[in-house]
């Protein structure tokens, strides 16, 4: 689960992290009020969206030259244009894809004057089994360019669960991060209080990018992505009342509700498997007869004939979906209780495309009896290879 930089320097600031004072507001009649509670006389106005790159982002209803998602403003009047210009309308960034996000509140926040943009995260670096920092003294832009570009310029320390950031990590981080003097010094709070945070929230990324060094010495957060465990919210109802369901797609949270493994994709061959691996290579045979999966499915083991229910109502409502493959492998998951499922959604939403279905395994031959029965226009496949030659065929109408 993601939430928004504003939560998430709400959050990091109980633990001591030095960030910038701020607003958040979802109207612009907001914003005059917003603007005047901060010292200024410098303001910066963010879009709040589930996605980073806002600064260099474009908002597809303003023309090619207006500015992007993070603008400074010199005075309380430019801050009220500007939440005026941004709010409600489709931010475009390089993480949004083209579809973008609707801006739907904003970040007014004081303005910092800043002397060097630094980058830092946290994250679970599984190759060692530890938390661990990565740092680079190239912060502020494309930290993906950087990996690629100069390796060189990113340094990642993992920290021993035993001890906590000891001493000699910080000393190891600031020197990576070239600090001196004051940041120096505010950095033997600050790579701790992260750190802390990171582990009680259970997070799985904590991102600052940038982490500044101020004109007067000091350190500041002024950008914060923070990601948590979803195995773990179960822990923090605090962290789950920030979730804001409208960054997230629709189908995927009637997903989360039946408790389905479900990814929304781009393509347009819906798929309901049972199992992440079988479903992984349905995904990857519909590639290889040259589609594409509108979706990742897992229904599990032992699914209900009511989730199976959802699962294909799902699937079905997906405009992009124009055709279906169920591909169930029936070991400790039933076949009939598929089949069942499936008739049950048919009946409630009806069935405008393809749908082919390879069943194998517990209960296969009562789970075919009752897809014949059902009347359904099913095209039946034997095998995975066949099933997805098939689906791929009926969809180009051939
Ligand atoms: P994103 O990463 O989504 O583009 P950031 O919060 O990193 O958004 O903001 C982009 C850039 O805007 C930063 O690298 C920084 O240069 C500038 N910026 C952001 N917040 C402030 C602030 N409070 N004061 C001054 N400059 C800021
Ligand atoms: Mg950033």
Known sequence: MNIHEHQAKALLKEYGVPVAGGVAIFSADEAEAAANSLPGPLYVVKSQIHAGGRGKGKFKELSADAK?????????????????????????????????????????????????????????????????????????????????????????????????????????????????????????????????????????????????????????????????????????????????????????????????????????????????????????????????????LDVGGGASKEKVTAAFKIITADPNVKGILVNIFGGIMRCDIIAEGVVAAVKEVGLKVPLVVRLEGTNVKEGKAILRDSGLNVIPADDLDDAAQKIVKAIKGQ
């Not at 500007?82 to 739907?104: C, H, I, S």
């Not at 109802?237 to 509700?257: N, Q």
């Open 68 to 296: 992007g998602g993070v603008r400074l403003a010199k005075s309380v009047a430019d801050v009220v244009a500007n939440a005026r210009e941004m709010l409600g309308n489709t931010l475009v960034t390089k993480q949004t894809g083209p579809a973008g996000k609707q801006v739907n509140r904003l970040y007014i926040e004081d303005g910092a004057d800043i002397a060097r943009e630094l980058y830092l995260s946290i994250l679970v670096d599984r190759t060692v089994g530890r938390v661990a920092f990565v740092v680079s003294t190239e912060g502020g832009m494309d930290i993906e360019a950087v990996a690629e570009h100069s390796p060189e310029k990113i340094v990642t320390l993992a920290i021993d669960p035993d001890t906590g950031v000891t001493a000699a990590d910080i000393d190891k981080l600031a020197a990576a991060l070239k600090l001196e003097g004051d940041a120096k010094a505010d950095s033997q709070q600050l790579f701790p209080a992260l750190y802390k945070a990171f582990c009680d929230k259970d997070m799985s990324l904590l991102e600052v990018n940038p982490l500044i060094v101020m004109a007067d010495g000091h350190l500041r957060v002024l950008d914060a992505k923070v990601s948590f465990d979803n195995n773990a919210l179960f822990r923090h109802p605090d962290v789950v009342a920030l979730r804001d369901t409208s960054e997230e797609d629709a189908k995927e949270i009637e997903a989360s509700k039946f408790d389905l493994a479900y990814v929304a994709l781009d393509g347009n061959i819906g798929c309901m498997v049972n199992g992440a691996g079988l479903a992984m290579a349905t995904m990857d045979i519909i590639k290889l007869y040259g589609e594409e999966p509108a979706n990742f």
